[in-house]
């Protein structure tokens, strides 16, 4: 069983940063891959970010791409998620997720194990 804990979200002004960690139990970390989606009120959980068990490839939504940096420390467990000129529709709670092998996927069916979420507000 693979536990994952999210920390990092908070209330930001619009234009502002946050880092999002992710730390995992998983003596097998180095070969998950690892994804980050979030989940906005009324809506259903979107993908945002997916990194390779090696840190080698990254896939962004396209809503996020160049405003997101997806990426990982093997040696501590952690996967982060850097959010750069954060609005207002960036407002969700945010899930770390992952997956053993080296598929790198934006689908949410794809990945086994969750973490409890973390909320993210952006106020205008």
């Known amino acids: 069983q693979v536990q994952l804990v999210e920390s990092g979200g908070g209330l930001v002004q619009a234009g502002g940063s946050l880092r999002l960690s992710c730390a995992t139990s998983?003596?097998?970390?180095?070969?998950?891959?690892m994804g980050w989606f979030r989940q906005a009120p009324g809506k259903e959980r979107e993908f945002v970010a997916s990194i390779r068990w090696n840190g080698g490839d990254t896939w962004y939504a396209d809503s996020v791409k160049g405003r997101f940096t997806i990426s990982r420390d093997n040696a501590k467990n952690t996967v982060f998620l850097e959010m750069n000129n954060l609005k207002p529709e960036d407002t969700a709670v945010y899930y770390c997720a992952a997956r053993p092998g080296r598929l790198i996927t934006p689908t949410r069916s794809d990945y086994d194990y969750w973490g409890q979420g973390t909320q993210v507000t952006v106020s205008s």
């Open positions: 998983a003596r097998t970390f180095s070969s998950l891959t």
